[in-house]
Structures are given as C-alpha cells and as structure tokens.
C-alpha cells in the first residue's frame, strides 16, 4: 500500500482520485456531477491510497482554510469492492498525520450519518444539528490536531 498526494490538479493522481470519487458518489450513491466537482477543486490537496497492485482504491481532499490552521477533510471514498479493510483508515491517518506535520490546528468533516462511527474511531468529535448535502444526511465533526 502506499499514499500519495497532489495540489496539482493535471496531475495522474487527482485523475485518478476523480474516477473513485466519480464512481462512489456519482454513480453509487447518485450525487449529481455539478456538486461533486466544485469551485474548491484548485485549493484541495487530494490523497489518494494505492494497494500493493498499485491500482488507486481510496480517496479524500483536504480544504485547507486561509489561515493555515484550519482544514476540512472532504470527498473520503473507497471504491466498493476494497471497503472493510481498513483502507480509508489508513487513509485518514496519513491525511491527519500530514496535517499534523503542517501545523493545522483544528480538522472538521461533514459526516454521512452512517460513517459517524468511522470517524470516532479517529478522534472525530459531531457537533451542531443534522444537514443535508446532495441529499444525504450529515452531521459535522471536528479533531484537534
């Protein structure tokens, strides 16, 4: 397995990083293409984890705020057939541990209500009241780092 990243939005790895989240959010769970794909594409550092095949199976961007301090992790997808084995996981370690080493502060994420449990494993804390994004329920959750 390994992990790699990008601001450049050209490069493979953001290519590759749209296909999984095309595939998980688009096409699975039906979110339209014009919010999938938004005006914070350029600002994003987007990770993308590989197996060992070094086929791209997981996925996730980080919107850093103007600060510096603050980020919001955004877009975590895991294509169908490699969920339940810890992939977004790891995933979100590197992403939080890469944060960590940038001197963030403070990491908040909008939550799919049945992903909440993945993210308290990982020191995610819900705050505020339910929303809606594209039509699916979530909640925010936020770590310091």
């Not at 990008?6 to 095309?22: A, E, W």
């Not at 595939?23 to 699975?28: G, M, N, R, S, T």
């Not at 997981?58 to 992939?87: C, E, F, H």
């Not at 790891?90 to 209500?113: I, P």
């Amino acid at each position: 397995m390994k992990i790699k990243h990008t601001r450049d939005n050209l490069s493979p790895v953001y290519q590759q990083s749209l296909r999984i989240r095309h595939a998980v959010f688009v096409k699975e769970q039906q979110v339209p293409l014009t919010l999938e794909i938004d005006q914070n594409e350029a600002y994003c550092i987007h990770f993308v984890l590989f197996d060992d095949a070094d086929t791209p199976i997981a996925t996730l961007r980080i919107l850093p705020d103007k600060s510096g301090k603050q980020a919001l992790i955004q877009r975590v997808a895991t294509l169908q057939p490699y969920r339940g084995n810890g992939y977004a996981f790891d995933l979100m370690t590197e992403a939080l541990s890469f944060l960590t080493r940038q001197q963030f502060e403070l990491v908040e994420l909008h939550a799919q209500l049945k992903a909440i449990p993945f993210y308290e494993k990982l020191g995610f804390t819900p705050f505020g009241d339910e929303f809606l994004d594209a039509d699916i329920k979530h909640l925010a959750m936020k770590k310091t780092v």
